[in-house]
């Protein structure tokens, strides 16, 4: 599957006339660790790997760097696919053989996750915990199977978010938040990668 995603700061306003009228689909709480080597190997090519409680996921990137209006990315679940693309020990247990090669957790937080659908859009409103501080953001996301509806998906869910009144400016991701609060060395090697935008 192919996900298109755009993030953004909500106020209660916001918040109360997006989710209006929108069909509630859950309430979910759970964990994230990301992994990476010390040279950042993975996320300064933008892509991530992390574990929600203990199922691993890969997502790998389908974006423009010159024109990122918003995220798109391939997401694999599959772990033998995971192994097989990270060139790790496929006898192993993917939590052991990433540890072998060197890929530890750099971040863990905890997230609590409201889910909506209103017309064809999925709506998440997360509020997540480092630990250390809370970071709040919503994304409106739409799951496409073919690379061709991107450009057209993209589109939709900017002119969704206009209808909601909602602002389109630039928002951080909530680990992208976390690096550059907290890990800002390997915040500014993925800006200079031009995985993320500095603002």
């Not at 996320?43 to 199922?55: E, F, G, H, V, Y």
Request: charged fraction near 40%.
């Amino acid at each position: 599957m192919i996900e298109i995603e755009k993030k953004f700061l909500l106020n209660k306003k916001d918040e109360k006339r997006l989710i209006n009228d929108a069909e509630f689909i859950s309430k979910k709480e759970f964990v994230d660790i990301y992994y990476d080597d010390k040279s950042f190997s993975l996320t300064k090519n933008d892509i991530w790997l992390r574990s929600r409680d203990n199922d691993f996921e890969l997502k790998l990137p389908l974006n423009n760097k010159e024109n990122r209006t918003a995220d798109k990315y391939k997401e694999i679940t599959n772990e033998k696919i995971i192994k097989k693309f990270l060139k790790l020990n496929l006898n192993k247990n993917l939590k052991s053989s990433l540890k072998e090669v060197g890929y530890l957790p750099f971040v863990k937080c905890k997230t609590i996750r409201k889910k909506y659908k209103k017309d064809k859009f999925i709506i998440d409103i997360d509020y997540v915990d480092f630990g250390n501080f809370d970071y709040n953001i919503c994304e409106i996301e739409l799951m496409l199977n073919k690379k061709s509806e991107i450009k057209n998906a993209v589109n939709q869910i900017i002119n969704f978010a206009l209808e909601h009144n909602l602002k389109i400016t630039p928002v951080r991701g909530k680990i992208i938040e976390y690096l550059k609060r907290k890990r800002p060395k390997y915040y500014k090697a993925l800006v200079s990668n031009k995985v993320v935008e500095d603002f």
